[in-house]
């Protein structure tokens, strides 16, 4: 699992190495084999990167250009876009000098991306079974893009036939198709990187796998051990700092690579960052990371032509200090009045939704305020309503959980202890017990029977009124209604 991780970082995209095929390891102990170079030309690669994509030919076909010959190895070319081109074939070229000169002089040919016509053309003319040799076969995809036809069966075909397939992608190519494409295990035989100057860096990679492929062992000019001992020492809630023993031989720099890990513990591919560091510096700080969140840190050396040993280690930031203490200060008829206590990460304000229980979370209703806010009254809200509030902290470039609060909003009330006390056989004087909030009453006043009806509206204050000039032996029907901001009104009370 160790190597694969390794495997797999090491052929991240590399964004800042240098850009010159200088792979100087040789291919020993190799007898033979038949290798095809499938390159795409389509118009997306243009003219300068494609002498970048013949660099890297040239630097997997040079640790075999002692044993390139008729008997021993033998190496193929197919430009493909709409059509596929022979460059040369098998027999073109035995010699290694002449196939390095023949590979720079290939010219770019342009148009679209139909790899599987091309996976075919090599399975039906360089790999057919009349002229089949029984050595090690090997195809060499590199491409920039999807395909425009169908890969599965070519590739399935020629696999058949017991070809290994590398597929080496660059910068829009799909993942999965260059998975569908390349040989068992998909981890050895894909590797994919973020533009053509990367194409140098990869070079020593994908040479070791092409020569042991071919039952050669791969050598370098000499082996060092890699950066060790990665340690870390200061978590913030979006930084990482972490040192490391240094690498041996002659390190040019230190590629530094960090990206986020799912839930499942997986890498985020999408989200890998790098920084090259220089060969005296063993301490770096990962910055605009996300709180809470953990991370995969890789420290590659660097040497003048080649990527050398990694360490990694896992590490999490800090989690982000979420709002304590969100509570009800006041609840009123149709407002809530809320505080709550500033965290201790520094914040750029706050956003606050809020609606009814059970409300759908599009119709929630949204507020913003500034970071210097510890205070928020929330208005035009429903009476005798639970509402679900959530306040969230805004922060520069991540985001918190929010603190969460439920409160009722008050009943509209009506007047109780409602009487009637006769004064005269004209008047008689209303008593009641006030309602808080209130900011009136009316009074309604009317006979039993018939439409002579009377209003009367009070202040906030009031709890009694003698209503005068009525019919003396008339029965009268005595209402008061609680009256609330705006047209708001409480359940009326009655007294005959």
Same mark, same amino acid.
């Given at each position: 699992?160790?190597?694969?991780?390794?495997?797999?970082?090491?052929?991240?995209?590399?964004?800042?190495?240098?850009?010159?095929?200088?792979?100087?390891?040789?291919?020993?102990?190799?007898?033979?084999?038949?290798?095809?170079?499938?390159?795409?030309?389509?118009?997306?690669?243009?003219?300068?990167?494609?002498?970048?994509?013949?660099?890297?030919?040239?630097?997997?076909?040079?640790?075999?250009?002692?044993?390139?010959?008729?008997?021993?190895?033998?190496?193929?070319?197919?430009?493909?876009?709409?059509?596929?081109?022979?460059?040369?074939?098998?027999?073109?070229?035995?010699?290694?000098?002449?196939?390095?000169?023949?590979?720079?002089?290939?010219?770019?040919?342009?148009?679209?991306?139909?790899?599987?016509?091309?996976?075919?053309?090599?399975?039906?003319?360089?790999?057919?079974?009349?002229?089949?040799?029984?050595?090690?076969?090997?195809?060499?995809?590199?491409?920039?893009?999807?395909?425009?036809?169908?890969?599965?069966?070519?590739?399935?075909?020629?696999?058949?036939?017991?070809?290994?397939?590398?597929?080496?992608?660059?910068?829009?190519?799909?993942?999965?198709?260059?998975?569908?494409?390349?040989?068992?295990?998909?981890?050895?035989?894909?590797?994919?990187?973020?533009?053509?100057?990367?194409?140098?860096?990869?070079?020593?990679?994908?040479?070791?796998?092409?020569?042991?492929?071919?039952?050669?062992?791969?050598?370098?000019?000499?082996?060092?051990?890699?950066?060790?001992?990665?340690?870390?020492?200061?978590?913030?809630?979006?930084? +990482?700092?972490?040192? @490391?023993?240094?690498?041996?031989?002659? &390190?040019? *720099? $230190?590629?530094?690579? /960090?990206? !986020?890990?799912?839930?499942?513990?997986?890498?985020?591919?999408?989200?890998?960052?790098?920084?090259?560091?220089?060969?005296?510096?063993?301490?770096?700080?990962?910055?605009?990371?996300?709180?809470?969140?953990?991370?995969?840190?890789?420290?590659?050396?660097?040497?003048?032509?080649?990527?050398?040993?990694?360490?990694?280690?896992?590490?999490?930031?800090?989690?982000?200090?979420?709002?304590?203490?969100?509570?009800?200060?006041?609840?009123?008829?149709?407002? +809530?009045?809320?505080? @709550?206590?500033?965290?201790?990460?520094? &914040?750029? *304000? $706050?956003?606050?939704? /809020?609606? !009814?229980?059970?409300?759908?979370?599009?119709?929630?209703?949204?507020?913003?305020?500034?970071?210097?806010?510890?205070?928020?009254?929330?208005?035009?809200?429903?009476?005798?309503?639970?509402?679900?509030?959530?306040?969230?902290?805004?922060?520069?470039?991540?985001?918190?959980?929010?603190?969460?609060?439920?409160?009722?909003?008050?009943?509209?009330?009506?007047?109780?202890?409602?009487?009637?006390?006769?004064?005269?056989?004209?008047?008689?004087?209303?008593?009641?017990?006030?309602?808080?909030?209130?900011?009136?009453?009316?009074?309604?006043?009317?006979?039993?029977?018939?439409?002579?009806?009377?209003?009367?509206?009070?202040?906030?204050?009031?709890?009694?009124?003698?209503?005068?000039?009525?019919?003396?032996?008339?029965?009268?029907?005595?209402?008061?209604?609680?009256?609330?901001?705006?047209?708001?009104?409480?359940?009326?009370?009655?007294?005959?």
């Amino acid at each position: 699992m160790g190597c694969l991780l390794q495997w797999t970082l090491l052929l991240a995209v590399l964004l800042c190495l240098p850009s010159r095929s200088t792979a100087q390891g040789q291919c020993n102990n190799v007898v033979a084999a038949d290798i095809v170079f499938l390159v795409d030309g389509s118009s997306s690669i243009g003219r300068a990167n494609f002498v970048l994509v013949k660099n890297f030919m040239s630097g997997i076909v040079k640790p075999f250009t002692r044993v390139v010959g008729p008997s021993g190895i033998r190496f193929g070319t197919i430009q493909y876009s709409d059509t596929a081109r022979v460059e040369f074939t098998f027999t073109t070229y035995l010699n290694g000098t002449e196939l390095i000169t023949a590979i720079e002089n290939i010219n770019y040919k342009g148009g679209n991306t139909r790899t599987g016509a091309g996976l075919k053309y090599i399975a039906d003319n360089f790999f057919s079974p009349s002229s089949i040799r029984d050595v090690p076969k090997i195809t060499i995809l590199i491409t920039d893009g999807k395909s425009q036809d169908s890969v599965k069966e070519p590739s399935q075909k020629l696999r058949s036939l017991g070809v290994k397939i590398f597929a080496v992608g660059i910068k829009s190519a799909d993942p999965a198709e260059l998975k569908l494409i390349a040989s068992p295990p998909q981890s050895e035989f894909t590797s994919q990187i973020g533009n053509f100057k990367a194409l140098s860096s990869l070079l020593p990679l994908v040479s070791r796998r092409v020569c042991t492929t071919t039952g050669g062992s791969y050598s370098s000019d000499e082996a060092y051990s890699g950066p060790s001992d990665l340690q870390f020492s200061s978590e913030t809630t979006n930084s +990482l700092r972490f040192q @490391w023993k240094s690498a041996g031989g002659p &390190v040019s *720099g $230190y590629v530094v690579q /960090y990206r !986020p890990l799912s839930g499942l513990g997986q890498p985020i591919t999408a989200e890998l960052r790098q920084e090259t560091i220089p060969s005296d510096q063993q301490s770096y700080t990962a910055r605009e990371l996300r709180s809470g969140t953990d991370y995969l840190i890789t420290v590659i050396a660097q040497y003048p032509s080649s990527l050398g040993e990694s360490v990694s280690g896992k590490a999490q930031t800090k989690p982000l200090q979420v709002v304590t203490a969100l509570r009800l200060i006041q609840a009123g008829f149709f407002n +809530l009045a809320l505080g @709550w206590d500033t965290p201790a990460d520094q &914040v750029q *304000g $706050y956003r606050i939704t /809020y609606g !009814p229980i059970g409300q759908p979370a599009a119709q929630l209703l949204e507020q913003s305020v500034g970071a210097e806010s510890t205070s928020l009254t929330l208005v035009g809200l429903k009476s005798d309503t639970e509402y679900l509030i959530s306040l969230y902290p805004l922060f520069p470039r991540n985001s918190a959980s929010p603190a969460t609060l439920t409160a009722r909003t008050l009943r509209l009330e009506g007047v109780q202890q409602l009487s009637v006390e006769t004064i005269s056989n004209s008047s008689v004087r209303v008593r009641w017990t006030g309602v808080a909030g209130a900011r009136g009453y009316r009074i309604v006043l009317g006979p039993f029977t018939g439409s002579d009806v009377e209003t009367i509206e009070l202040g906030g204050d009031s709890e009694s009124h003698t209503l005068g000039n009525l019919r003396p032996d008339a029965e009268y029907i005595v209402t008061v209604i609680t009256l609330y901001s705006g047209e708001a009104e409480g359940p009326a009370a009655t007294a005959l």
